[in-house]
């Protein structure tokens, strides 16, 4: 995976395992053990249910502990006129004559729909550490990629919206 992180990413990241092995884990192991003394378990919905309940607590711990194994620890700093993680950017589509306000974030608050854009995303990569009126080219892949400007640069300090996506 070897995905980039701040440390306010892995400190949440921790909160929630943490939460996850203490009360989801509980509470998953409690909704079992009631749905099994219904009876007959091939037929019981709520036990299945219950089980899938617990499984998926299960995955999200394994998953979270492996991204904190292998992260890669990154700064939030950036230049005062350049793009940087946590800034919200206003670019400029030339092929498309259209703006779009996107905010960089790491891998794992990206969100598309909330304009949240990954700095390992074509995008990003593309507008990290670049300054107002620069024109770079997004590469999304061998064959294909396209201009944009980076109109505007707004630094942000408050993560408040911002929360690791459940699984």
């Not at 306000?101 to 995008?123: A, F």
Request: net charge negative; hydrophobic share 30%; proline share 2%.
């Amino acid at each position: 995976m070897y995905d980039k992180l701040t440390q306010k990413d892995i400190e949440q990241m921790e909160a929630e395992i943490e939460h996850r092995k203490l009360v989801v884990r509980k509470e998953a192991i409690a909704a079992v053990k009631e749905a099994r003394e219904h009876g007959d378990l091939s037929e019981n919905f709520e036990y299945h249910a219950a089980k899938k309940d617990k499984n998926k607590n299960e995955s999200r711990i394994r998953y979270l502990e492996r991204m904190l194994k292998t992260a890669t620890v990154i700064s939030d700093e950036s230049k005062e006129d350049e793009v940087g993680l946590n800034n919200t950017v206003t670019v400029y589509f030339e092929e498309d004559d259209e703006c779009e306000t996107y905010r960089l974030v790491t891998s794992i608050r990206g969100n598309s729909i909330k304009g949240l854009i990954s700095i390992e995303s074509p995008i990003g990569k593309a507008i990290l550490g670049h300054r107002e009126g620069d024109r770079v080219m997004v590469r999304v892949n061998d064959s294909y990629s396209y201009p944009l400007v980076i109109r505007k640069i707004e630094k942000t300090n408050d993560d408040s919206e911002d929360s690791i996506r459940p699984f």
